[in-house]
């Protein structure tokens, strides 16, 4: 090459000034002798893709070691903070997670349902095994009202908890989530050593008509008393053995109180029109219990022909037998029955006023939000609690409003109360759910997180609809 620009110099020479001869040449030898550029091998690997690749391979951690190396000047992304997020997540380190989502979203902005949805869920899941018995109930509890198939595993692990409510809770979400009729877990379950397990397993599995279990029930009703041997048959009678109606509606009448109580539950569950006369009765049973059972199984009923015994137990020297009628006479959704609730709006029973200001506003009367309101002020947290049940009947912004001071109470059994009732209200309550998401105990956190599910559940079915 350098030989060719030697040509080149001679024979310019012969042809052009030697000036311009030897510019001209001297920047083809330049050219020909200037070393080759690297061949590009594309754009490195941005942390976003790295990101990315780590989650795609389940390496949370790494993900995380990510995120958490950057500079203290860098703003990461918004894709690197929903990977973090997610993988906070999968980690089980909701609160973490939490701090993300903060930084996310912002307040005039309508909130991320793909991300809320794992993190809420997140939140309930990381407390399934945790030390304290109350709070692992109130994982299993929210996990059974919600009936998710993806948590299959964690509900089967839950039939092996130590604690009898968490074993009867995680049985009946197996149920809900329909994952009974081909659960081996539920079926082993049948032989628990506490009868509420027993029975709780027994009912998801009726439900879900697994017949193969009829020779284990019909077992139990002709070798054990009480509830469970009247479940065994309410089971059966589910799965088409319509003559055991009769062995439960004779149990309605039998000695021990618990076994009235059970029959009345489950024939107010069954809603079979030859039932009501049986339900309509027991509202006079020397127990107290039993009728509260007899009232709160007419209201699940849901028959007209509910009034007029539910017109007599509001009338029950017991205030938790008026209490619960109240709330069932607003179920029935008659609107005729308003004057005998308004009438019980000055009963001296401060949880009968909340009742029945409940059952009001079932019947969409929304004068009885004042009351709920002044009784969200009750020096006792119990009232205040109560009151939240009530105000979660209305989707009216006002009892919006007193819910979202329930939800900043002192007392966690208001909180509680509050982040329950507020899974009934409207879209604007997803964003006081997500701050009820950081409260401070376990159990509303979890109640928090389990609402905001069911709205995001809603809002999604209605966007589906559209």
């Keep these: 090459m350098v ?3 030697n040509r080149c110099l001679i ?3 012969a042809s052009e000034s030697f000036k311009t001869a030897y510019v001209t040449c001297t920047l ?5 002798t200037a070393p080759l550029s690297p061949v590009s091998a594309g754009p490195l690997p941005t942390v976003e893709s790295k990101a990315a690749a780590l989650f795609k391979a389940d390496d949370y951690p790494e993900v995380i070691a990510l995120y958490q190396g950057l ?3 860098t703003t990461p992304s918004k894709e690197l903070l929903r990977l973090s997020l997610l993988s906070y997540v999968r980690l089980g380190r909701t609160d973490e997670a939490l701090t993300i989502y903060g930084k996310l979203h912002q307040p005039d902005q309508r909130h991320d349902a ?3 949805r794992p993190l809420a869920l997140g939140v309930i899941t990381s407390h399934v095994r945790d030390r304290k018995e109350h709070i692992r109930i109130a994982a299993y509890s929210a996990l059974a009202d919600l009936g998710l198939p993806e948590t299959a595993a964690i509900l089967e692990d839950g039939l092996l908890d130590a604690s009898v409510v968490v074993r009867a809770r995680a049985a009946e979400a197996i149920g809900k989530a329909g994952l009974a009729a081909k659960s081996g877990a539920l079926r082993r379950a049948l032989r628990d050593e506490i009868p509420t397990v027993r029975i709780a397993a027994m009912t998801a599995l009726g439900d879900a008509h697994a017949t193969d279990i009829q020779q284990r029930l019909l077992d139990i009703t002709r070798t054990e008393d009480g509830p469970e041997a009247i479940f065994a048959a309410a089971a059966l009678f589910r799965m088409g053995r319509s003559e055991k109606l009769d062995d439960i509606t004779s149990a309605a009448t039998l000695p021990d109180a618990e076994s009235r109580m059970a029959a009345l539950g489950v024939l107010g569950r069954l809603k079979r029109p030859t039932s009501l006369a049986v339900l309509s009765q027991a509202v006079y049973d020397p127990a107290p219990s039993v009728r509260a059972f007899a009232a709160g199984a007419l209201g699940e009923f849901g028959s007209p022909g509910g009034v007029a015994p539910l017109t007599h137990a509001i009338g029950d020297e017991m205030a938790m037998v008026r209490g619960v009628a109240a709330a069932s006479l607003g179920r029935l959704g008659i609107t005729d029955n308003r004057p005998l609730l308004s009438a019980l709006t000055h009963d001296p029973d401060a949880r009968v006023r909340a009742s029945a200001a409940e059952g009001l506003l ?3 009367d929304a004068s009885a939000i004042t009351l709920a309101t002044e009784l969200a002020r009750h020096p006792d947290p119990s009232i205040r609690g109560a009151a939240a049940q009530a105000l979660g009947a ?3 912004q006002h009892a919006l409003t007193a819910l979202q001071t329930l939800l900043l109470d002192q007392q966690p059994l208001p909180r509680l109360m509050a982040a329950k009732a507020l899974r009934k209200s409207s879209d604007s309550a997803i964003s006081i759910l997500v701050k009820g998401l950081h409260d401070s105990d376990e159990a509303v956190h979890i109640a928090a997180a389990n609402s905001l599910l069911q709205l995001l559940n809603k809002q999604s079915s ?3 609809r559209r």
Aim: proline share 12%; charged share 15%; net charge neutral.
């Design 3 to 5: 030989h060719a620009a």
């Design 11 to 13: 024979n310019n020479l």
């Design 28 to 32: 083809m030898l330049l050219f020909i």
């Design 71 to 73: 500079p203290p000047d």
């Design 114 to 116: 793909p991300l809320l």
């Design 362 to 364: 079932r019947l969409g």
């Design 394 to 396: 209305s989707s009216d």
């Design 462 to 464: 209605s966007i589906r």
